[in-house]
Every structure is written in structure tokens, then in C-alpha cells.
């Protein structure tokens, strides 16, 4: 028997080259190196994807805080001119978005409920620009001004620049729930500080009206016009027009 046979036959030796590992092949490796890629791919497309969902869910968030803040003006001028204001549409984008968000919502779904929100928080801008301008309108029409006349100079100036920033807020597109609030407390005390102030005669205030509205002619004042005038003296002045 060959020495060639007797390696071959010899259980001993045979069962100690099974046993060795086997050195990973070109292919083996190849699979390996596959199998690491696509765990790095899903890995990024996991990140990309929680880093698109983050991104959306900050410009709802961003959305949903204007709509908050329109729906709390809304709530604050209903209660101060206690005329109720139309909310309802701040519903609407939440619904739209809550039907389809489940697990991560594709941006079609972002975007739809982002512009249904935005759409609404417009709706509602709008109610309360409205409501603030008819408010605050009616508020300062309200006020008894033509008894500022009656008042000292000093009096008078001091209610006539509270007056003048009410109008300054009340022509204001736009206000906060501050300055709302303020509004309604100065229009109150401004009235209340009125009220004790002596209503002027009528023929007086007719008086003064024409004065606002253009020059009256001294000849054509009788005594007793002059006279009524003369209680307000200190905001006429008499000029002479040269010819």
C-alpha cells in the first residue's frame, strides 16, 4: 500500500481535517459585506426618516401655535365686548390631520393639514380684525367727548391724550390680548371720569360743531352766542381776516 493510501485510510487523519474551520471564501465575505451595507442603508433610511417626520411635526406645531394664539384673541374679545366670535374652523385642520396620522404620516398628509390649519387660523384672524374694529368703534363713539369742552385746560388735555391713544389702538389691524384688555379698562375709566362732567348746553355744542367744521363770521353771533362761548373761552381764538 502507497503512503498516498495510507493518508487517505487513515480514519485519524481524515477526522482531524473535517474538523479544521473552513476559511471564509470571496463569497462569504462578499455576503458579509452585503449584509453590513444594507443594515447601514436601512439605518440611514430609518434616520432620514425620523429626521423628515421631526421636521414636519415642528412646522404643525408652528401652525397649531398661531392657530392657538388667534383662537385665544378670539376668546378674549368675545368676552370683553361680549359679542361671541366663530371659532369653529380651528377644528377643522386637527380632524384632517388626526384621520390620516398614523404611524408616520407622508408629507401629503403634513401638508394637507398644515395649509387646513393655516387656512383656518386665517378664517379666524380675519373674524377677530373685524370684531376688534366694530368694537372698539362703537366703544369710542360710546364716549361722552363733547363734554371735554366743560373741563379746565389741564383737565381737558390730560382726557384728550387718553382719548387719543385709545383711537391709536382701536385703528389697529392687529392687537394682542393686552392691549385689548387695556383698551376696555381706559374706555371704561375715560367714560366713568366723563360721566361727572357737566353736560354742555345743546346750542353750545351746536356751536362748536360749526367751529370744527369751518370760520363763523363775528356778525353773525348774537349776544347770547357770544356768551355761550365765552365759557370756552380758552379753546377759541378771534382772528382777523385781512382783506
Known sequence: MTAEAN???????????????RAPSLVDRALAL?????RLVAGERERTEAERVRKRIGEMERALEDLSAVVLLAEALAALSATPIDTSAATRGLSAFAEHAT?????????????TVAASTAIIQKSVADGWANWASQALRALPLHRLAMLRVEDRDQLSGQERILRGLANRSSVTVAQMQSFGEACTALASRLDSVPEPPIELRILLQRLEEEPIRLDGLDDRK??????????IDVRRRRS
Do not use: C, H, M, Y
Open 7 to 21: 493518508r487517505v485510510a487513515d480514519p485519524v487523519t481524515a477526522g482531524a481535517e473535517e474538523s479544521e474551520p
Open 34 to 38: 452585503t449584509a453590513a451595507a444594507n
Open 103 to 115: 404611524g408616520r404620516p407622508s408629507d401629503t398628509v403634513f401638508n394637507r393639514a398644515k395649509t
Open 226 to 235: 357770544i356768551a355761550l362761548l365765552r365759557q370756552v373761552g380758552d379753546q
